[in-house]
């Protein structure tokens, strides 16, 4: 039953660009910058097979303790500050190989890394938690003076912390920037906060905040952030505070302002009062804008007064204002839940004739109604519609549509997407083979097809989830066909990848190892695709 997979050996890892409501504009569309000696060769593009042999190899040979430059070899004369790029975006999660074949390719003769490289594997060992790894990077980059060392490095370095849950070594790394050459100021102090904020470390933010505010002088900026972090943890409470400190200190008082204590008012459920607020800003010389309203509306669909939210946009159309796409996407989101699918392609139609263009998120909430209530017919013209209007599918929308698949029956359909899926540039993952896996296990007579989808992942590199592995082997025994364990656990041990590898025990009987289980467990909401209302997982 070995099938190997017509998909080429891609993972789609997205890279994370950090993105700021209150960066400067000049940050505003790409963070990083090339600026290097080498240049690639005019017209060159980085062939994206080179690409996936190269980040084949990375992952195949993570351990330390792997030989990895041997395999890298025959590439030497393949790379550009292009490719490597791309390589280090598309392996953002392989801290250790990432920075292995970053110092590989520095070595090259001739070749020289460009900025953004550096800005990305400074990303990438942040984002794997590798910080003693980071830190001795720059202090490299210090020493033999690769670079100028940015602000948004250590801009970089604060997420990092951050998403950690270690405020306290974010903080510390602010104050490490003077060691390196950066002077910080008060764009630094807003990204710092900011990200303590999103990451709801308010409480560390605010005791930085009143430690610095000495040193350097907030504005109205500084202060919208610590309101809107003081809202997402719902203390109203502490957001007034800052909003009166705002005045005593001379202060200019805008409508960002205006707006950060109107959404934490809203958020802690005190509508009335944020009402209050808002007919203050008029009698102060104030207009509201398109951001102002947005708040209302999102807090009248919070508590699911949908007829609330609609008289507040249409007071919006009368002047002219136009809601974000998020703004647009919990209305979309109420009328989903609601059952009311007309109005909400009348909202989605809406937002493309005023000139804002619906996301994936807006289209998946569609379809997830759609799936849940098993229409395919209308699934399946929403995608098409998605794809005509430019936006690719990701893995949710291909995950939903195949699960619903896989529930009525649909076989036909599903291969017809599947086979699709290529063409359109999307590559399955583990959790768009694992709808598929769990999908057919649960279907009387469909085995065969749970085992094909299985080896074909194996076959392209891609580690299976341990709970998908068991539930395959549980399947495959309980029909009397234990002889196709070996099969299986055999073309795992006989993988490069060392994650499958190990997951070939999990084949032939034993438990999950803790790391494999806590790293499932931990997987993030949206990976899950909790956010539609859906898991990959088959009920």
Same mark, same amino acid.
């Given at each position: 039953?070995?099938?190997?997979?017509?998909?080429?050996?891609?993972?789609?890892?997205?890279?994370?660009?950090?993105?700021?409501?209150?960066?400067?504009?000049?940050?505003?569309?790409?963070?990083?910058?090339?600026?290097?000696?080498?240049?690639?060769?005019?017209?060159?593009?980085?062939?994206?097979?080179?690409?996936?042999?190269?980040?084949?190899?990375?992952?195949?040979?993570?351990?330390?303790?792997?030989?990895?430059?041997?395999?890298?070899?025959?590439?030497?004369?393949?790379?550009?500050?292009?490719?490597?790029?791309?390589?280090?975006?598309?392996?953002?999660?392989?801290?250790?190989?990432?920075?292995?074949?970053?110092?590989?390719?520095?070595?090259?003769?001739?070749?020289?890394?460009?900025?953004?490289?550096?800005?990305?594997?400074?990303?990438?060992?942040?984002?794997?938690?590798?910080?003693?790894?980071?830190?001795?990077?720059?202090?490299?980059?210090?020493?033999?003076?690769?670079?100028?060392?940015?602000?948004?490095?250590?801009?970089?370095?604060?997420?990092?912390?951050?998403?950690?849950?270690?405020?306290?070594?974010?903080?510390?790394?602010?104050?490490?920037?003077?060691?390196?050459?950066?002077?910080?100021?008060?764009?630094?102090?807003?990204?710092?906060?900011?990200?303590?904020?999103?990451?709801?470390?308010?409480?560390?933010?605010?005791?930085?905040?009143?430690?610095?505010?000495?040193?350097?002088?907030?504005?109205?900026?500084?202060?919208?952030?610590?309101?809107?972090?003081?809202?997402?943890?719902?203390?109203?409470?502490?957001?007034?505070?800052?909003?009166?400190?705002?005045?005593?200190?001379?202060?200019?008082?805008?409508?960002?302002? %205006? $707006?950060?204590?109107?959404?934490?008012? !809203? @958020?802690?459920?005190?509508?009335? /009062? =944020? #009402?209050? &607020?808002?007919? +203050? *800003?008029?009698?102060?010389?104030?207009?509201?804008?398109?951001?102002?309203?947005?708040?209302?509306?999102?807090?009248?669909?919070?508590?699911?007064?949908?007829?609330?939210?609609?008289?507040?946009?249409?007071?919006?159309?009368?002047?002219?204002?136009?809601?974000?796409?998020?703004? %647009? $996407?919990?209305?979309?989101?109420?009328? !989903? @839940?609601?059952?009311?699918?007309? /109005? =909400? #392609?009348? &909202?989605?139609? +809406? *937002?493309?004739?005023?000139?804002?263009?619906?996301?994936?998120?807006?289209?998946?909430?569609?379809?997830?109604?759609?799936?849940?209530?098993?229409?395919?017919?209308?699934?399946?013209?929403?995608?098409?519609?998605?794809?005509?209007?430019?936006?690719?599918?990701?893995?949710?929308? %291909? $995950?939903?549509?195949?699960?619903?698949?896989?529930?009525?029956?649909?076989?036909?359909?599903?291969?017809?997407?599947?086979?699709? *899926?290529?063409?359109?540039?999307?590559?399955?993952?583990?959790?768009?083979?694992?709808?598929?896996?769990?999908?057919?296990?649960?279907?009387?007579?469909?085995?065969?097809?749970?085992?094909?989808?299985?080896?074909?992942?194996?076959?392209?590199?891609?580690?299976?989830?341990?709970?998908?592995?068991?539930?395959?082997?549980?399947?495959?025994?309980?029909?009397?066909?234990?002889?196709?364990?070996?099969?299986?656990?055999?073309?795992?041990?006989?993988?490069?990848?060392?994650?499958?590898?190990?997951?070939?025990?999990?084949?032939?009987?034993?438990?999950?190892?803790?790391?494999?289980?806590?790293?499932?467990?931990?997987?993030?909401?949206?990976?899950?695709?909790?956010?539609?209302?859906?898991?990959?997982?088959?009920?």
């Amino acid at each position: 039953m070995a099938i190997r997979a017509s998909f080429s050996i891609t993972r789609t890892i997205n890279h994370f660009f950090f993105h700021s409501l209150f960066s400067p504009k000049t940050h505003h569309s790409r963070l990083f910058s090339s600026q290097t000696i080498h240049q690639d060769p005019p017209h060159s593009h980085s062939s994206p097979q080179y690409i996936n042999e190269i980040c084949r190899i990375l992952s195949d040979f993570r351990d330390p303790h792997h030989e990895l430059e041997c395999p890298l070899t025959a590439f030497s004369d393949k790379i550009t500050s292009s490719l490597v790029e791309q390589v280090l975006k598309r392996c953002r999660n392989l801290g250790f190989s990432a920075h292995r074949f970053f110092l590989w390719a520095k070595r090259i003769p001739g070749f020289m890394h460009s900025k953004e490289s550096y800005h990305i594997l400074v990303d990438i060992l942040g984002s794997s938690k590798q910080f003693p790894l980071l830190w001795d990077f720059l202090s490299e980059i210090k020493e033999n003076q690769c670079i100028e060392i940015s602000p948004e490095i250590f801009w970089l370095i604060f997420r990092a912390y951050c998403r950690a849950n270690l405020p306290g070594d974010a903080i510390r790394a602010f104050h490490k920037m003077g060691d390196f050459g950066v002077k910080a100021g008060i764009v630094d102090v807003d990204q710092l906060l900011y990200v303590l904020c999103k990451r709801k470390h308010v409480k560390q933010a605010q005791e930085f905040f009143d430690r610095i505010n000495v040193e350097v002088m907030p504005n109205a900026k500084t202060y919208s952030i610590l309101m809107r972090g003081w809202g997402d943890v719902g203390d109203a409470g502490e957001a007034r505070k800052l909003f009166e400190e705002m005045r005593e200190r001379g202060c200019a008082v805008d409508v960002v302002a %205006y $707006n950060s204590l109107l959404e934490a008012l !809203c @958020k802690g459920g005190n509508v009335d /009062e =944020a #009402y209050k &607020l808002f007919r +203050e *800003m008029g009698s102060n010389g104030l207009a509201p804008d398109a951001c102002t309203y947005s708040i209302f509306i999102r807090a009248y669909c919070e508590v699911k007064d949908i007829h609330s939210a609609f008289r507040v946009l249409d007071r919006m159309r009368r002047y002219n204002l136009v809601p974000n796409v998020f703004t %647009y $996407n919990c209305i979309i989101k109420k009328l !989903c @839940k609601s059952e009311k699918l007309d /109005e =909400a #392609y009348q &909202l989605l139609d +809406e *937002m493309i004739e005023r000139g804002v263009s619906p996301d994936l998120w807006c289209y998946n909430a569609i379809l997830a109604f759609h799936c849940d209530h098993c229409e395919v017919n209308k699934a399946l013209r929403l995608v098409s519609r998605m794809e005509n209007e430019n936006r690719i599918p990701d893995r949710h929308t %291909y $995950n939903m549509v195949l699960k619903m698949l896989l529930r009525v029956g649909r076989f036909d359909r599903l291969t017809d997407v599947w086979e699709g *899926m290529e063409e359109r540039g999307f590559y399955p993952a583990a959790s768009t083979y694992a709808v598929m896996v769990h999908g057919f296990c649960k279907k009387k007579g469909k085995l065969e097809e749970a085992c094909k989808y299985f080896e074909m992942m194996i076959d392209d590199g891609i580690p299976p989830y341990s709970c998908t592995v068991e539930l395959l082997r549980n399947r495959v025994i309980g029909l009397g066909f234990s002889e196709q364990i070996d099969v299986l656990a055999g073309k795992m041990e006989r993988s490069t990848s060392c994650v499958i590898q190990e997951l070939s025990s999990v084949m032939r009987g034993e438990k999950a190892c803790g790391k494999l289980r806590s790293e499932e467990q931990n997987l993030p909401s949206e990976e899950r695709g909790e956010a539609y209302g859906y898991t990959w997982l088959t009920e």
